[in-house]
């Protein structure tokens, strides 16, 4: 699994990173205390950091720290489960994002063309606009961010062991 080093953090440029060194910013200070002594940190590691959990996706969800394949799998995991929550709480989801989701694992296996992919994903984001009106409250998002990590965690697991 790939390595993150404190001036790869930088280089991304975090919330804060150029601003008043206040606790809440992640300047560079910050982001040293974070890797303590250490020089680079797997993705596993940052994803157990007590910071925020938005802060740890936005640092790993990375195509130079996560293969293509597994980034794509698990955009599709996400989408799939909010479909499923909307359809739990009886709202009506758009078979425009279904197919989505759909062209996109087969996009991973090679079964479907980019553009394929393309349109699929242009008709699911006509889709998301038509339904652009249901803001998610800010524990449904804290739960689901805790889930996406929690899997995210599951799906490198699973691709380091032999």
């Known amino acids: 699994m790939k390595k993150i080093t404190v001036d790869q953090v930088i280089k991304w440029k975090p919330c804060g990173y150029d601003g008043p060194d206040n ?20 993705v596993l590691r940052v994803l157990n950091l007590k ?5 740890r996706l936005w640092a790993v969800l990375r195509p130079e720290l996560i293969d293509e394949k597994t980034l794509r799998l698990f955009a599709c995991d996400c989408a ?8 739990k709480a009886e709202r009506k989801t758009d078979i425009r994002s279904w197919k989505a989701i759909e062209v996109s ?14 349109a699929a994903r242009d008709a699911a984001g006509a889709a998301a606009w038509a ?19 929690k899997h995210l965690k599951e799906m490198l697991s699973r691709r380091e062991k032999p």
Do not use: C
């Open 23 to 42: 606790g809440k910013n992640y300047t560079e200070s910050k982001v040293k205390k974070l890797f303590g002594r250490r020089k680079h940190m797997s």
């Open 51 to 55: 910071i925020p959990s938005e802060d």
């Open 80 to 87: 799939e489960r909010i479909l499923k929550a909307e359809q």
């Open 105 to 118: 694992r087969l996009f991973v296996y090679g079964e479907a063309t980019k553009k394929e992919l393309d």
């Open 131 to 149: 339904a652009a009106g249901a803001a998610a409250r800010d524990a449904a998002w804290a739960a689901e961010h805790k889930w996406q990590i």
